[in-house]
């Protein structure tokens, strides 16, 4: 239920940054503000504008922060009702005093993503919009904000808007062979009817075959490093993060538990999870390590296999071919500079091979760039052109909407019109849930532009 | 003025199609009823084609004989030739066509409701209302009379400010040879009325005698007419056929050389007109590349010469009529004994009305047939039998009877006009009704019989053959679900001979009865019960089979919206207080006014969104406190 009263919550992500926002939404904001912030100018606050001030204590005269403050008055706001912000300095114990302080002026703690809840049921922003808006929040890399951002001006709207047309043309022309038979409308044209409906076949498809994509750039991929001890996985991770992280020495089995660091290639949020080596050993703090390397390769997304161009194929090597059965992997061939002893057995089964050396960094950007190229099709993460399906209940309409489509298929042969108009209507409630639209008059309306109709 | 001395409960106005099953109704549910119509020899007219059914149209008159109204009886007793439709097709868009007698038809009609008990007939013009204190009192007539009454039907068809088009002519009329109502829908306007103007024709009657039918296709009707009504027994009158001609480009010429006469292309006519059945000068203009139009040549009654091309509908001048009917093979020496003509004529907005077909506006006032802006005498009775129903259970106090969209074909008209509105005017069609497989022609009684029974519409007697028939279809469906084939060898021999093997024993009928390459005729030779079985009761048991899975995917369609449909809103909700909701939603909606929420989310430019954001603020417990 919507109540409407004044909430509260710190803005911007947790820890200490520059700045932290308190944002305050409610009839109440600008009350709160008043009562907290001493702006330097007199005049109090003004709609839309920034001014300087202090926030004190009222209680103790205490001044907590030098501040800014904008006051934005409803309806012009995110929420669409009365907003208050204020920008004080990002250590989190500032932050954390200011909202306790505006707390204490009657105002509740606002949900998660209940800024965007108001937004939306202010009428601010549409459903779909709204989801994309939490996307922007949540996103952690460049191009899921531009996949966001594209998505909330509508692109995959539009997609979806050209595959209920096509799927409204298929079913008026069924429609009419029900409705007019009397109409001298000739034979079924069941060919006419199979190309609207292939059109929207495909679009189904390539819109879900971008939703691996979508999600990718909203959530990230994990990266899993494996090898044989000392193949060069932690140089490997230092040289990706561009800072020394792991422990490097030729010592081997020097890395016993897994490294999680989160990275940016170019654009490609990427969790790269650095691991113990491979190997048969009595070291049971290490058995431990090599055991949870192990258990993660089924979660990750891709997994960098690394491997020691200067030495020979050995049993470890197979040991970790072995563990990497079906999943998808990248070879990387460490020390190369090194003499070449090394020798696949099956180059087939890696998604690529890429040569490097770790300790110069020699073919690190090209090993970014087959990670990038392993989840971005196109090659590139340059979002601004792909319209990427990157929430499950647009998928989940789509799929529905196919299964729709391929009952029709099946029944194309044995099945009567009203049958299969049946299903061509599944598709297009599927699809239209989406976008929030119904089809009947619509469907009248083709049906008359199309045909000649009329007793 | 004169007032009546005695009290209706229900009065309604014009005798159409729509009126006499509103009269029927509340008589027959007991109410002091009078039906009032300017002309007493215009009873059930059937003003442009001389049939009743077709798709979707056929559903709705059998829902009506369903729920005890007369016009399936009515077209059983005067047609003079049947068809099923999409025969070929499936059992849910197969549908009865039949062609009347047109005059036999309104004679029957009339003697019907002579006969009805509670029922008074008066001829008049109704020119007002009688509206007291914004209440609803009666009605006024143009010969100084008034009558009181509780409730008030009104059916006005195309008489409202009718205008009649032939050519550059026109002249009042509410059809060829009756006067218009007027003053009505001035008064309905006054009252907060949105009165609009709608358009309609009809082709000309032509001479058979002048009509050469040897150079016509031949349409026989079906060899075993099957009736509309469950109380009709066998059709007894003769059948004749129907013929078919076309026209030629000649015809297409000589009627783009009129259309400068044309009173639809000259802008004189402002009422829009049915995109479903345009004139032939809209075909003729509308689709250039088409080298031939259809037309059905149908006989208008038995004992008349008169006959109805259909699709030919127009308003072109009369010479250029005269020119392009006889352009027609087999019609080359015809002659016109009536002109065809174009009629524009007052609806009111249906958005205005409940789903029980009383009006938003004024209490006790209800609004049936092409005054809503309908068109088709099938549509016209469906919702003159709910308004009927609705006002008569209006004056004795009970709750309204509302059809829903899965219930019958009605429901889904009213609905859509009531919610949706309409630009031209409504005709049902079977893709209109999302649960289409629901809404048979053949399973009309199982949907409706028992409502018919319980509002006092079908007699005790009609109900237990009804209920006969349920229970044999349920027993028999029981059957067939546990009766195995034990693989006799007649029974293979049966099989094979439909080329069926493998058919592994201890098989239950009714999955035999699945397969698409077996029908309910095959299991009777398979055992010997189904040999028994009454036809009426094979044609359901195998169709509630055949479709389960479709019928059952329906059925979950239909239970996952109730809760919309159920979702009543207050009906003084004032929408502008629900500031979450977009400018042009809460206007939308302020205009509408839907009952449910269900109707809401039907409503075009109303997103799910907002339809959240109204299922929210109807729960905050605000809206309770100041809701009905």
Known sequence: MYIRDTIAAVSTPPGNGGIGIIRV???NAAAVGNTIFKPVCDGGLVSHRFSFGTICDKATGEKIDEAMAVYM??????????????HCHGGWLVVERVLALVLSCGVRLADPGEFTRRAFLNGRIDLIQAEAVMDIIASRSEAALQLAQKQSEGALSVRIEGVRVCLLRALALVEAYIDFPDDDLGETDVAAILVSVGEAQNTITGLLSTFEEGRVMRDGVSVLIVGKPNAGKSSLLNRLLNENRAIVTHIPGTTRD??????????????LLDTAGIRHTDDLVEQEGISRALEKIPQADLVLAVFDASSEFSQEDQLILDALAGRRTVAVLNKTDLQQRFLFPNVDRFAAIVRIIALSGDGIDLLKQTVCKQFLHSGTTDSRELVALSRARHRDALVSAEHCLRQFYSGL??????????????????????????????????????????K | MVTYDQIYDVIVVGAGHAGCEAALAAARMACRTMLVTINLDAIALMSCNPSIGGLAKGHLVKEIDALGGEMAKNIDATGIHFRILNAKKGPAVRASRAQADKQLYRIRMKRVLEQQENLDLKQGEVTSLYVENGELRGVELQSGIRYLSKTVVVTTGTFMRGLIHIGLNHYPGGRAGDQPSVGLSDQLKVLGFNVGRLKTGTPARLDARSIDFSKMETQFGDDLPQPFSLSTEKICLPQIPCHIAYTNERTHDIIRSGLDRSPLYSGIIEGVGPRYCPSIEDKVVRYPEKDRH?????????????????????????????AFYRSIAGLERVEIMRPAYAIEYDYVDPIQLHNSLETKVIKNLYHAGQINGTSGYEEAA???????INAALRATGREPLVLTRSQAYIGVMIDDLVTLGTQDPYRMFTSRAEYRLLLREDNADLRLREIGHQLGLVSDDEFDLFTKKRRMIAEEMGRIACTRLVNSSSQLTVLANRGIENIQKGTTLEHLLKRPDVCYADLAELDTVSRETPQQIREQVEIQTKYKGYIDRQLQQVEQSKKLETARIPVNLDYASIKSLTTEVREKLSKNRPDTLGQASRIPGITPAAISILAIALKSSSWKDNGQ
């Not at chain 1, 897994?258 to 969790?271: H, K, P, W």
């Open chain 1, 25 to 27: 939404s409610g009839d």
């Open chain 1, 73 to 86: 008055r409803a309806p012009h706001s995110y929420t669409r009702e009365d907003v208050l912000e204020l």
């Open chain 1, 258 to 271: 897994i490294i999680e660091e989160t990275v940016n290639f170019d654009g490609l949020s990427v969790r």
């Open chain 1, 413 to 454: 042969s044995d099945r009567n019109l009203e049958l299969l108009a049946l299903d061509l209507r599944g598709a297009l409630q599927a699809v239209g849930a989406v976008t929030g639209q119904t089809a009947t008059d619509e469907v009248l309306d083709l049906i008359f532009s199309s045909f000649c109709i009329g």
């Open chain 2, 294 to 322: 259809q037309t059905f040549i149908e006989p208008e009654g038995l004992n008349t010469t008169e006959v109805y091309p259909s699709g030919m509908s127009t308003s072109l001048p009369i010479d250029i009529q005269i």
């Open chain 2, 382 to 388: 469906g919702q003159g039998i709910i308004a009927g």
